[in-house]
Each structure stands twice: as C-alpha cells, then as structure tokens.
C-alpha cells in the first residue's frame, strides 16, 4: 500500500506598500494566491485589494514618519519575509517650464520615491527576518548612463536617489542576511501614466516576484530589470 505523506508548504509574510492599486495590488493578488500571508499598506484601501484577501494597513503614508511607527507598532511581533517597497508617484518637468509649483512637486517626488523607502526600511526593520528581501520598485528613469531623453526631472533624480539608498541598505543590512535589490518593473500600464504602458501590472508583477524568489545575497545591491538583467547606474 502506497501512503502519500502531506508536505509542509511554507508560507511567507509579504508586505507590499502602495497595494491599493497598479503594481502594488497585483503583487498582492499573486502573492496572496499562491498562500503567502499578504499584508497591503496604503493611504487608501479599496475593493480590489481587500478582495485578494490581505491583511489591509490602510492610513500609512510613506512620508509620514508617526505613520509608519504606528504601523510597525500594530505588526506587533510579525516577522516579515519579504519586504515590497512599491508606493511611488509621477509628474513630469520640463526645462524652462518649472514653476514653483513644479518644484514643490519634484520636492514631494523625493519625499515618496526616495526618502519613503528608507522610511519604511528603518521603521520596519525591527520585523524583517532573519535573511529577509527587501524589494525596491525603482526605474530605468533613474539610471544616470541610460538617461538619453532628459527631462522628467523630479522623477528620474528621486529614482536615482532611491538607486543609491538601496545600495547603502544592501550593505547595512548584509551582515543580518537580508537581501536588496532594486527592480524596473518595465512601462507599466498603470493609472499612474495614464494607462499607457506595454506591459500589464499582473505580467510585471509576475516577473517581479520571480527576481524576489530567486534573490539571494550574491545579488544583494544590484540594480534589475523585471526580467533578469542588470541594469547600468
């Protein structure tokens, strides 16, 4: 007689911010559909992300420090597997065309893209794993060598600067087995370019968690394209 013994799946903690929408609720709905434990973090919930089933932090933004202790305090004794730092905005600036209006939004585009992450990094660190991931959701936009198009000002430098945050938590967090990597998802078809894109939020999301399966510390501080390949600083 042949016995067929259950195996033991196991299940990881994923925190994603900016889940609400766009990349970051597809990260939570594939995560969440092969049996991680999700939990979203945004300003504002919706009805796509509570129907995947994750645990929603809704309230939490990126900038805001009390916030994110707040956050860290409800995790209680969570340990996190896999940290996703997604939530990010847009505008563009052109030489020439900059009011102060453009500046207050280049100012706020560091305060989310850059400085968000380290916020996040620092306020959750006391509940990432040991040989936990860290995931930044950068762009291509923020290589310095790539750049060919220019403007985009506000973007593209706050990527850049998000660029080397990450590369100086690849080496503090090294010694914890933690893992970092920074990731271009492609030109996705987000709310947040209006829809335009060529590649859909569920395809880069799945590219996505496949770079963070495979993450391992020879990698850590490297800079990705969702499908595999290095990316020039």
């Known amino acids: 007689m042949e016995f067929i013994l ?21 990260l939570a ?3 969440s559909a ?7 973090v945004c300003r504002e919930g919706s009805e796509a992300l509570k129907a995947t089933g994750a645990r929603i932090e809704s309230g939490v933004d990126v900038t805001d420090g009390d916030a994110l202790a707040a956050l860290a305090q409800r995790l209680g004794d969570t340990r996190i597997d896999v940290l996703v730092c997604n939530a990010g905005i847009l505008s563009k600036e ?3 065309d900059i009011d102060e209006d453009g500046f207050e939004r280049m100012r706020r585009q560091f305060e989310v893209n850059a400085i968000g992450p380290l916020r996040t990094v620092q306020a959750l660190s006391g509940h990432l794993a040991a040989g936990a991931k860290v995931g930044i959701v950068t762009s291509r936009m923020g290589s310095v060598s790539d750049n060919g ?5 506000g973007y593209r430098a706050s990527k850049a600067a998000v660029n080397a945050i990450g590369k100086s938590l690849s080496v503090d967090l090294k010694d914890r087995g ?7 998802p492609g030109y996705v078809a987000t709310e947040m370019v209006g829809g335009s894109g060529d590649i859909s939020p569920d395809a880069a999301a799945a590219q996505l968690v496949e770079r963070l399966d495979a993450l391992t510390l020879a990698q850590t501080g490297s800079f990705r394209h969702a ?5 020039p600083w």
Do not use: F
């Not at 259950?6 to 900016?18: M, N, P, R, Y």
């Not at 092969?34 to 979203?40: L, M, N, T």
């Not at 933690?178 to 271009?184: D, Q, S, T």
């Open 227 to 231: 499908k595999g390949d290095e990316l």
């Open 178 to 184: 933690i893992a970092v990597m920074l990731l271009h």
């Open 149 to 153: 198009s220019g403007s985009y000002y």
């Open 34 to 40: 092969r049996g991680d434990d999700v939990i979203g």
């Open 94 to 96: 052109s030489l020439g």
């Open 6 to 26: 259950d195996q033991e799946i196991a299940v990881s903690t994923i925190l994603v911010t900016g889940a609400n929408r766009g990349i970051g609720l597809a």
């Open 29 to 31: 709905k594939q995560y």
